[in-house]
């Protein structure tokens, strides 16, 4: 993957908030990005795109431990 | 005699009382029963900008093809301490994902920094994350990298990884 920052209206880059990410418990938000390259070759599985979806974001995630 | 046995009854409460308190205050020990993680992700998919699979039951197109580069900033199972361990999955959540919580394939790739106890912990919490049954699900190790590129995190700056 190699991936550039979406700048927004002031060039201080588009976070989007308050969007929950799959089941994780909290995010910090999505830093949107666009992929220059975005591709794989793996298991017998191969993708290629460029100038598609992409972001940063830090989530916070956890299970209860079994026997706990 | 009687007092003997007093003494003995003593020692095995404070021995049990020093076990409870050792064991209490183990760094190690999980005290809310919770493996946990905080996790930086770098993310990409073959939707377009923004990926509509946040807010609604079906990708752009019948398929929505990602790799996910992470880095575990911090986090706790049981013993295990998870801060540092990198994995990278790559994947299709296909076209079932929103209305039966089937995913069409992942491939798991651990860096070969992360320990079998970080593989072993981390597995459960990925698969809880995404709360999806998958039709191929694959492990692998891999060398992961992860890079910031630019002078801030303004205009200029990007993010590449690899998986190599």
């Not at chain 1, 700048?7 to 910090?28: C, E, H, M, T």
């Not at chain 2, 995913?103 to 651990?110: D, E, I, L, P």
């Not at chain 2, 809880?128 to 998958?134: P, R, S, V």
Request: with cysteine; aromatic share 10%; charged share 20%.
């Amino acid at each position: 993957m190699k991936l550039k920052r979406e700048p927004g209206a002031d060039g201080n880059g588009v976070v989007l908030k308050n969007v929950k990410y799959f089941d994780a418990q909290s995010n910090n938000g999505f830093e949107l990005y666009k992929s220059l390259e975005h591709r794989a070759d793996v298991q017998g599985h191969q993708f290629n795109y460029s100038d598609r979806n992409a972001f940063l974001i830090s989530i916070d995630s956890g299970m209860p431990v079994p026997g706990k | 005699m009687k007092q003997t046995t007093k003494k003995q009854i003593f020692k095995i409460g404070s021995l049990a009382v020093a076990i409870l308190l050792f064991v209490g205050s183990s760094p190690n020990s999980s005290s809310s029963g919770q493996a946990r993680m905080n996790a930086d992700y770098v993310e990409a998919c073959s939707c377009h900008l923004f990926c509509p699979c946040y807010f609604n039951k079906h990708a752009e197109h019948p398929m929505c093809e990602f790799n996910m580069a992470v880095h575990v900033r911090g986090g706790q199972s049981g013993a295990t301490n998870l801060a540092g361990a990198k994995y990278w999955l790559t994947g299709d959540l296909g076209d079932e994902w929103g209305t039966a919580k089937k995913g069409k394939w992942v491939v798991v790739s651990f860096d070969p920094t992360t320990t079998k106890p970080q593989r072993d912990a981390l597995a459960p919490i990925i698969l809880k994350t995404y709360g999806l049954e998958w039709g191929e699900l694959r492990v692998q190790e891999a060398p992961i990298e992860i890079k910031r590129i630019g002078i801030s995190r303004r205009l200029n700056s990007a993010t590449a990884s690899w998986l190599t």
